[in-house]
C-alpha cells in the first residue's frame, strides 16, 4: 500500500517502509542470524552442548553472565580464541569440552541458503553490498568463506566491530552514516532495537532472522522491486 510518497510492504512478519523517491544505493547485511547462524546465540543453544541446557538455567539468564566477554572480544581486531573459550568457562564455572567449541564452529559455517541468490539480485539492480555486524576476530572469516563475501561485498563497506573498534550499540551505526548515505541505504538486522535505531539515524532498515524461516530472498526481491 502507499500513501504520499511512503510505501508500506507486508507479510506475516515483516513491515518494510521505504521512501520511493530515494533509490536504493547499498544494502547492508547483519552476518550472525542474517547470513549465517549466530555464534555466540549457538553456543547457547545448541541441543547437544548449548550452555543453557547444560547449566540448567535459562538462555537469558546464561547470556546476561557471558555477554561482557562476547562484547570484549568483538571490538578486538586480534585476539585469543583459547583465551576467549577460557574466560566463558572460568566465568560459568565449568570445564569446556573441544566437542562444545566445535559444535559453535561447524553451526556458524552453516549459511543463509538463500544468501548469494540475494547477493546475485542486488547485483543485478547494480546495488552495493555491503555488512555491519558485531564481529569477532575468530568468528569472522568462518562466517565470510563460505558467503564469498569477498567476491560479492564492497570492501569499502564492510564494517565490523573488530575492525573498527565499536558495537552497535557504541557507534558503529554512526560510523557508518559517515560514509555512506543513510536514506538511500537499507540495513537488514535481525534485531529489532537495531533496527529501530538505524531508522532513527535516518537508514531505512528491517528485521529479518534466518532462525525464523523466513525467506531472506523475498525481502530482497521487495528491496529491488
Known amino acids: ?15 518494510l517502509c521505504y521512501d520511493t523517491h530515494m533509490p536504493i544505493k547499498t544494502v547492508l547485511f ?25 547449566l540448567g538455567e535459562p538462555k537469558e539468564i546464561v ?12 571490538v578486538l581486531s586480534e585476539a585469543s580464541e583459547s583465551e576467549f573459550w577460557k574466560e566463558i568457562a572460568d566465568t560459568l564455572g565449568i570445564v569446556l569440552s573441544s566437542e562444545a567449541v566445535e559444535a559453535v564452529k561447524q553451526q556458524i559455517t552453516s549459511t543463509n541458503p538463500e544468501a548469494i541468490e ?25 562466517q565470510a568463506t563460505p558467503l564469498r563475501l569477498n567476491e ?5 563497506l564492510m564494517f565490523l566491530s573488530h575492525k573498527l573498534g565499536r558495537l552497535k550499540s557504541d557507534g558503529l551505526f554512526e560510523l557508518t552514516a559517515e560514509t555512506v548515505e543513510p536514506a ?32 531472506l530472498l523475498s525481502l530482497v526481491q521487495k528491496i529491488t522491486s
Open 63 to 74: 547470556t546476561q553472565k557471558v555477554n561482557h566477554i562476547f562484547r570484549k572480544y568483538a
Open 1 to 15: 500500500m502507499t500513501t504520499g510518497h511512503f510505501s508500506y510492504l507486508l507479510d506475516s512478519s515483516i513491515l
Open 30 to 54: 547483519d552476518l550472525g542470524n542474517v547470513l549465517s547462524h549466530d555464534g555466540h546465540e549457538t553456543y547457547l543453544t545448541d541441543e547437544m552442548y548449548g550452555l543453557a541446557l547444560g
Open 152 to 156: 560479492y561485498a564492497n570492501p569499502n
Open 118 to 142: 540475494s547477493f546475485e539480485l542486488l547485483k543485478e539492480h547494480g546495488i552495493n553490498i555491503g555488512i555491519i555486524s558485531n564481529s569477532s576476530p575468530f568468528f569472522y572469516e568462518a
Open 184 to 215: 538511500s541505504t537499507y540495513i537488514i538486522d535481525d534485531r529489532p532495537k537495531n533496527v529501530e535505531y538505524a531508522q532513527r539515524l535516518g537508514f531505512q532498515a528491517v528485521a529479518y532472522s534466518f532462525e525464523s524461516g523466513d525467506s
